[in-house]
């Protein structure tokens, strides 16, 4: 049985696993973790799961990866999503699963290449379903593109869902987990053995398993147990455009300019939009995010290049249909999370350093919990943090990052 509480004062409780955060990794988890018989105790500062990071997310989730570490995990987090209901054991669960796909475009012909090579890498991979689509096909099956846009890459598997829905759908499907809503961690004690307690404003928590998922404020709970994570802090906004008008396709993929690092989709209601700033400066963790007031329309103006419907409803809008909000990305040195004990720190073990928390949420809570349990050699996980120390790493050419 789990509960989701707002804990009052206490003065020692004991779990096998603290995990730190509870957005959709965290989350996820603390699930796999409960799965494997362990008492778990997870501690979230706000109000609710899924409530910061999870929350200003676009909800998406794909399987076009170009390396093998993230597609592996990205694959199996989709045959999740697919089953989630199986997944866990709750028959009256709807993350409101909608596949219509991740399309890649280009009007750049020194694109296309890169295209190709994609495709050629996906297939590497085992990653079913992806094709290249050029020409008259794009635009037939593609009507609402611009005449200029030239090749795309596809695969009908990829979409979007309810971070909210899939989230506590973990937290309801957790056998043995206490969720503490409104608990901040302030700091994280280690003995000779390494962990032994997580220390919160309501209390110390004795353990020996601590779980860092703290998505933006990874590197905050790190220092706590003596880690300094080379991870960066990226804002990252979208902009909701309310709109009911007629030229908007609302049985469009996931559409993505990889020209000018724009994309959209359709929403309830209307559209998200929004456009990947390259040159974005690092910042540091918040809870509120600072918006810009020119972000919407510079979006419109990005998805309209190959989506002119967008010019359209641009026309009709008036402030009220717009509304911008921001969460943050982490990045670490090779753009991939970080899963997997600390070897530095008995007991400390990591699942964050995400721009892709979402889609890769089911597989990495597994993979934390197949670790902790041996049923995966820590040395055979690509993603663990020693990487780093090794040199073992190197950036990938994912779309989108």
Not at 315 to 340: E, H
């Amino acid at each position: 049985m789990s509960r989701i509480t707002i804990p009052q004062t206490f003065n020692t409780k004991t779990a096998d696993a603290v995990v730190i955060g509870g957005g959709i990794v965290g989350t996820a988890t603390a699930f796999w973790l409960s799965k494997t018989g362990m008492k778990v105790i997870l501690v979230e500062k706000r109000d609710g799961l899924s409530s910061l990071t999870t929350a200003a997310s676009a909800e998406c989730f794909r399987t076009q990866f170009t390396e093998k570490s993230m597609a592996d995990i990205a694959l199996a987090s989709v045959e999740m999503f697919e089953n989630f209901r199986d997944v866990v054991e709750l028959t009256d669960i709807d993350i409101h699963l909608c596949q219509k796909g991740y399309l890649f475009v280009t009007d750049d012909q020194a694109q296309v290449r890169d295209l190709e090579k994609a495709i050629q890498t996906y297939q590497t991979l085992g990653i079913p379903g992806s094709e290249l689509i050029k020409g008259k096909d794009l635009h037939d099956r593609f009507a609402f593109l611009a005449p200029d846009a030239l090749a795309a890459t596809f695969n009908n598997r990829d979409g979007w869902l309810s971070t909210h829905e899939t989230t506590y759908g973990f937290a309801k499907g957790a056998k043995n987990v206490d969720f503490f809503m409104r608990t901040m961690v302030t700091g994280i004690q280690k003995d000779n053995q390494g962990i032994c307690a997580v220390e919160t404003d309501k209390g110390m928590i004795s353990t020996r398993l601590v779980v860092n998922c703290a998505g933006p404020y990874a590197g905050t709970i790190g220092k706590m147990a003596g880690l300094d994570m080379p991870l960066k802090t990226v804002r990252r906004q979208k902009a909701f455009i309310r709109t009911s008008h007629p030229q908007v396709p609302v049985d469009a993929p996931f559409t993505v300019d990889l020209t000018n690092h724009s994309y959209w989709r359709p929403e309830a209601g209307g559209v998200l939009c929004a456009w990947v700033d390259p040159d974005e400066p690092e910042s540091q963790p918040a809870d509120e995010l600072p918006t810009d007031w020119d972000f919407a329309a510079e979006s419109i103006y990005r998805a309209s290049r190959l989506n002119p419907f967008f010019e359209t409803i641009a026309a009709d809008l008036k402030a009220d249909d717009v509304d911008v909000s921001a969460g943050m990305y982490v990045y670490t040195p090779d753009d991939k999370p970080v899963i997997g004990p600390c070897e530095e720190i008995k007991g400390f073990h990591l699942n964050c350093g995400y721009w892709c928390g979402v889609m890769m949420s089911p597989a990495a809570g597994k993979r934390v919990a197949d670790i902790v349990t041996g049923k995966m050699n820590n040395k055979e996980n690509p993603l663990r943090y020693s990487r780093f120390k090794e040199g073992d790493f190197e950036k990938g050419d994912t779309f989108l990052k």
